[in-house]
T-cell receptor
Framework: SQTIHQWPATLVQPVGSPLSLECTVEGTSNPNLYWYRQAAGRGLQLLFY??????ISSEVPQNLSASRPQDRQFILSSKKLLLSDSGFYLC???????????FGEGSRLTVL | GIQVEQSPPDLILQEGANSTLRCNFSDSVNNLQWFHQNPWGQLINLFY???GTKQNGRLSATTVATERYSLLYISSSQTTDSGVYFCAGGTSGTYKYIFGTGTRLKVLA
């Protein structure tokens, strides 16, 4: 069966520090991969999605970037964090030919 | 892009009550899901339902694709049903799922 993992689960970082959140999917190949962000008490905002290695689409201009170095690995990065980057970050995948989304456990980022 | 509107935004129920949550889409979608976000933030898949009706225990969902809305029914609610319910939709060609702002449900014992 397919599983998705992301880490770290929680992160407290100072303003101006770098960020790296990692997500991996197991049990499937050629997944579509997604990064969403959820601000406190709000809905989910799509940040990036990828349909293949090295193919990244950005939905929102921001301080973040994404990379997909391997088929089942998706990384969210920042060179210098801002206070407004705080939130709950969720990685998700869907099958190459099926639409259903499955989410990881989430990473809670607090920027101080 | 697609806009997703959920109603009601907040709902308080007594345990055992029934409820209906609604999701409207501004444009046609061919992928549609309902999720429950638990107090720990985990998003749990409830239904993948681009059209038709599905049931899973006390929960059921109906999507009328031609009229661009979906309904989630919760019967005999329990305190463990508390949390935020999201619907999300998208079109397979764009690979994007857009989420509604959610319905925050609190079930009182």
């Amino acid at each position: 069966s397919q599983t998705i993992h992301q880490w770290p689960a929680t992160l407290v970082q100072p303003v101006g520090s770098p960020l790296s959140l990692e997500c991996t999917v197991e049990g499937t190949s050629n997944p579509n991969l997604y990064w969403y962000r959820q601000a406190a008490g709000r809905g989910l905002q799509l940040l990036f999605y990828s349909v293949g290695i090295g193919q990244i689409s950005s939905e929102v201009p921001q301080n973040l970037s994404a990379s997909r170095p391997q088929d089942r690995q998706f990384i969210l990065s920042s060179k210098k964090l801002l206070l407004s980057d705080s939130g709950f970050y969720l990685c998700a995948w869907s099958g190459e030919h099926t639409g259903e989304l499955f989410f990881g456990e989430g990473s809670r980022l607090t920027v101080l | 892009g697609i806009q997703v509107e959920q109603s009601p935004p907040d709902l308080i129920l007594q345990e055992g009550a029934n409820s209906t949550l609604r999701c409207n889409f501004s444009d046609s979608v061919n992928n549609l899901q309902w999720f429950h976000q638990n107090p720990w933030g985990q998003l749990i898949n409830l239904f993948y339902i681009p059209s038709g009706t599905k049931q899973n225990g006390r929960l059921s969902a109906t999507t009328v694709a031609t009229e661009r809305y979906s309904l989630l029914y919760i019967s005999s609610s329990q305190t463990t049903d508390s949390g935020v319910y999201f619907c999300a939709g998208g079109t397979s060609g764009t690979y994007k799922y857009i989420f509604g702002t959610g319905t925050r449900l609190k079930v009182l014992a």
